[in-house]
């Protein structure tokens, strides 16, 4: 679907602010200690200074404990508005630095994707973490940076859509995880540490979907799961379409057209892990 293709193609650029080393300094810069509390601050910060309970519900397949390890001590330290500054400030120098892109691709992406962004603004319905990132104000800083505002709302839309689905079909958090380590193939090991829940915990999510069918009772595939989980892939899709049917389906094909060079840069930088807990490197 081309709701799915334009988000897999913008989402690397999205990315960068989780991994380059200059959002990691502008983080730091301002108070946050260590790669998580940047996370979650940086993030979060839209939703103004809230406690760990609405992070954890907003950002789903995280462990409530290592939610509230960052929340609410990074208010504390200091204050939303200069958090997303230093979100903004650190992508800016990420753009400057080892990332090479091709500013005439960047120029025509932005527009493009902007006019799709603004049209999802449309829907903020049972979206949370994408309203508050929808009332911030555009970055100033030129066509790189409202490129990549554009995406980080076309991928917050996406995720609070795919959140609703996952609930919908009754999958809680650690069991999301699960059906992604087995059918998106992203490793075990990346996803449990990351979101740091426990072997027993893992075990009880492999036990569940297996009693539902939806794993072997050996936690391994099956054709039950798959088709569950294309199905929750399905419904995810079609909650992120209006934004595509509101701009119409030629100029959204532009958009993921005028993406792919950009996350293949993504990519090839190295900046952006090949496989990472939101995806494989599938870009196609």
Known sequence: MLARQIWR?????HAITYFAKESQAAFEAVGMKGFWMGYFAGRANPLGPVGPKLVTATFFNFHPDRVARAVPDCWRVTTPAALHHARLDGMVDALSGALQFDLE???????????????????????????AHAELAWPEEGAAMQAWWAATLIREHRGDGHIAALVDAGVAPCEALVLQSVYAKVPRELLQSTRKWSDDEWATAVESLASRGW??????ANDTGRDALRAIERRTDELACQPVLAIGVDAAA??????????QAVMASGVVPAVTPIFADDLT
């Open 254 to 263: 532009a958009i993921a057209e005028a993406a792919l060079p950009v996350a």
């Open 215 to 220: 794993l072997s009772v050996d936690g391994a």
């Open 105 to 131: 691709g960047l120029a025509l992406l932005a527009p493009m994707a902007r006019t799709m962004a603004e049209a999802a603004c449309l829907e903020i319905g049972g979206r949370p973490l994408f309203a």
């Open 9 to 13: 193609r913008l989402e690397p650029f």
